[in-house]
């Protein structure tokens, strides 16, 4: 069974860091892109950032350029969101999803998805 598991979501402060974690199984990694999405409250889904994991080539959304890095670890399966300087307009549920490397990763695109992990910022 394909299994996508977000974890390190919390509530921190304006300012501040958290890194989270996607531990994915069931598909050969090096094939996909994996990406992160987002949902505040009451608004729809954002991409937040894109990695291809064979290649290792990444894209961010303009809210987060340079505060958010992702990357993976192909030993671990596993792909990471280190987001630094959160912001209140940061907080949201955080969801890890994965797409054959050759479609786009987007919204509406992804074949597989994880259940999010929630990040709170305050102010």
């Known amino acids: 069974d394909v299994q996508l598991q977000a974890f390190g979501g919390g509530l921190v402060q304006a300012g501040g860091s958290l890194r989270l974690s996607c531990v994915t199984s069931?598909?050969?990694?090096?094939?996909?892109?994996i990406g992160w999405f987002r949902q505040a409250p009451g608004q729809g889904y954002e991409e937040v950032s894109c990695?291809?994991?064979?290649?290792?080539?990444?894209v961010y959304a303009d809210s987060v350029k340079g505060r958010f890095t992702i990357s993976t670890d192909n030993a671990k399966n596993t792909v990471y969101l280190q987001m630094n300087n959160l912001k209140p307009e940061d907080t949201a549920v955080y969801y890890c999803?994965?797409?054959?490397?050759?479609?786009?990763?987007?919204?509406?695109?992804?074949?597989?998805w994880g259940k999010g992990t929630l990040v709170t910022v305050s102010s």
């Open positions: 999803a994965a797409v054959d490397s050759d479609d786009d990763c987007n919204y509406g695109s992804m074949d597989y």
């Open positions: 069931g598909f050969h990694f090096d094939d996909y892109e």
């Open positions: 990695i291809n994991a064979h290649y290792g080539s990444s």
